[in-house]
Nanobody, 122 residues
Framework: QVQLVEAGGGLVQAGGSLRLSCSAPGGNFYPMGWFRQAPGKEREFVAA????????RYGCSVKGRFTISRDNAKNTVYLQMNSLKPEDAAIYYCARSRSVRVGSREIDYDRWGQGTQVTVSS
């Protein structure tokens, strides 16, 4: 059973940066994704990366500000978040794809972490 563990969340001022990490043992051969969920809102796609790290896709609201990457030697996926806005505040979840598809839908993923809280103060 693959267990995903996120880390790196916290409180940051608007305009600041955070880097999230996701420990994903056994996930090296799968695309990995990040989603987020704010209170009262549906879970939203943030970013995903293929197994090699060569192909990435992003949600419209984070494109140009967030960067997803992975280090397969460390079984870790990262989400570098720059120019953070108050609307980026949410619980961020790491997920492993159920196939080779670099998907943007929740149904594309079959393993999820517990999430890490990101708070952005204005």
């Amino acid at each position: 059973q693959v267990q995903l563990v996120e880390a790196g969340g916290g409180l940051v001022q608007a305009g600041g940066s955070l880097r999230l990490s996701c420990s994903a043992p056994g996930g090296n051969f799968y695309p990995m994704g990040w989603f987020r969920q704010a209170p009262g809102k549906e879970r939203e796609f943030v970013a995903a990366v293929d197994w090699s790290g060569g192909i990435a896709r992003y949600g419209c609201s984070v494109k140009g500000r967030f960067t997803i990457s992975r280090d397969n030697a460390k079984n870790t996926v990262y989400l570098q978040m720059n120019s953070l806005k108050p609307e980026d505040a949410a619980i961020y979840y790491c997920a492993r794809s159920r196939s080779v598809r670099v998907g943007s839908r929740e149904i594309d993923y079959d393993r999820w972490g517990q999430g890490t809280q990101v708070t952005v103060s204005s």
